[in-house]
């Protein structure tokens, strides 16, 4: 049987003529065949290679690379604003003392400069509405973001030498970039958890056709790196401290020199504190060591810089930055008027005044009126480092949307803030008191939780209402300029009395929890609310991506509204049809117009049903 079996093998084996059919399935002999199967087997997939195993590793780097943008970013704006806070903090103080003005500057009018400083950091963010979308949209998220960094570290620099034609240029420039970074790192934080959304369901069938998500797709990490970004910023403030804690309040005179003629605290108050000594330093600092500090806090300045620069990648990809700008500057200008038709931002405007104002109230009524009024200046310190860390450590409750109905930390946090306001309108501490800092800290703790729900809350919920991702930058800028405007208004009242500025907070919240309410309300009864149309990207013409049709880059969510609307516009020339006599003119085309110019007019009214169905908790 073997031999046999061998000589059918050798028969098969030998060469003679092929069937015609199969022809083609014969592989040259010889070195040629040789050499095909080599390259075959050079160019061919490794046996071992597991295509899916390396795409889940692939989007497995994604994920991490998001997670690092969302860290790095929320590095970047803590480290900003920390040495922000604590070299104007240190500056203000030091600029107060008669004696050091006298014997550093002379007649050079540190008190005119500082309020004149004051005056460009908060009343130039009330144009910032007029430019922060163009910015933005110019420079892109990140470039805007490390660009404003880059502000306030000039802001930073001109401490140097301090003039008037550096420190008020430089006071300016800080009111300008205050609202387009705060839009940016919104914006950044809710676009990443976008595309976290899209890393982790990269199998789903319109992540891969890069079409628009489904609603609500991504709340759940909108909710979680918001309380990341609040967690690491909120520390901002107990760095600010540290230029205090380790430099400047071992020069300070004790509460008994430098409250010795206020005579009102708390309620009673007027203005921040009403008679507090003009020399507050026992001695003046060595010019060395405030260099010494201010370099420190330039290095950090220049290391949030790095830290925008090189850790926070592109919040979009090449080609959705060309669809954002290519929409014209005309329109970029006018949509952020255009999104206030929109009734639920305009029921959410009360909320975004009064989280300006309790922001400040923060720290120039609860800290300093009620707080170094009554235990001195050498405690101011610890006061700001426990309204930080409890802010810091409860943005953590926000987590509980992933739970619970999300009106209840915002509501929850106003509850909190409308006690504590009640319980401070009546509540007047005696000067130079300085047994009540246990009660004052308790007081900073209690504000930290409520303006931690807060911010946490609105930026989760702005988040969560406005998935569209060519609406974000337009969003945060309206919040944030309501938030600088609320500001501005604090600056102006700082000589009211201090009832009156608690009156006012109590009168703002409560409006502001109605209109939240009532937001809530029209969107469960399903109330449609208006959006302003994106104009389509006019990038057909320009550059080589956009040459041909079948080569474009543009998004899904841009491909389905053109299919939609051509499928459209085949409706209507196949009803037009119907009396081709009439529509074969001119009067036909100019009707056709008209068609399409209500179906925009229709689309720029709801932008559709499924807009107004509140997500799922």
Known sequence: MAAAAENVYSEAGLPGAAP??????????????????????????????????????????????????????????????????????????????????????????????????LMGINVTPIISLLYTPVLIR????????????????????????????????????????????????????????????????????????????????????????????????????????????????????NYNHTLHKVKHCGADGVGMIVGLNKTVLYSLPRSLYLIKVESVLMGAAFLSMIIFLALCGAAYRPTEEIDLRSIGWGNIFQLPFKHLRDYRLRLLCPFFIYSGFETLFAITGLTLSYGVCSVGLEKLWALVVTYGLSSSVFSTLSLSLLRLPRQIPLLGGAVLHLTVLVGLMCWSPKPRNPSILPVLLGLSVVWGIGSALNKTGLSTLLGMLYEDKERL??????????????????????????????????????????????????????????????????????????????????????????????????????TDSLDTNVLAGEGGRVRGRRRRRRREDAYEQAGGVEEYVQPEQ
Request: glycine share 6%; hydrophobic share 40%.
């Open 473 to 574: 930058d337009f969003v945060y800028t309206i919040y944030h300029w309501w938030m600088a405007i609320a500001i501005f208004i604090v600056y102006l009242w700082s000589g009211l009395p201090m009832r009156a500025k608690i009156a006012i907070l109590l009168v703002t919240l409560v409006t502001a929890s109605f209109c939240y309410w009532l937001m809530e309300r029209r969107l469960a009864k399903k109330q449609p609310f208006r959006l302003p149309r994106i104009p389509r990207p006019r990038h057909k013409v320009k550059g080589y991506r956009y040459l041909e049709e079948d080569d474009s880059d543009e998004s899904g969510s841009e491909k389905s509204e053109e299919e939609d609307r051509g499928t459209e516009d085949d409706t209507v020339g196949d």
């Open 20 to 117: 015609a059919g199969d022809a083609e399935l014969l592989q040259p002999v010889g070195p040629e065949g040789n050499i095909q199967g080599q390259m075959e087997e050079f160019l061919g997939p490794h046996p071992d290679y597991d295509e899916e195993e390396e795409e889940r590793k692939y989007y497995r780097r994604k994920r991490l690379g998001v997670v690092k943008n969302v860290v790095a970013a929320s590095m970047g704006g803590m480290i900003t604003y920390a040495v922000y806070m604590g070299l104007l903090q240190m500056q203000l103080i030091l600029h107060y003392d008669e004696t050091y003005r006298e014997v550093k500057y002379g007649s050079l009018g540190l008190e005119d400069i500082d309020s004149k400083m």
């Open 138 to 253: 110019f420079l892109g998220t990140k470039w805007m973001m490390f660009l404003a960094s880059g502000i306030y570290a000039l802001f930073v620099s001109t401490n140097y030498w301090e003039r008037y034609y550096t420190l008020v240029p430089s006071a300016v420039a800080i009111g300008v970039a205050i609202v387009p970074l705060w839009a940016s790192l919104g914006n950044y934080i809710t676009r990443m958890a976008q595309q976290y959304y899209e890393f982790v369901n990269y199998k789903e069938e319109h992540v891969q056709e890069q079409k628009k998500t489904p609603k609500g797709a991504s709340h759940r990490y909108v909710i979680i790196f918001q309380s990341i970004f609040y967690v690491l910023f909120h520390l901002s403030l107990v760095f600010a401290q540290f230029p205090m804690i380790l430099f400047l309040n071992g020069y300070l005179h």
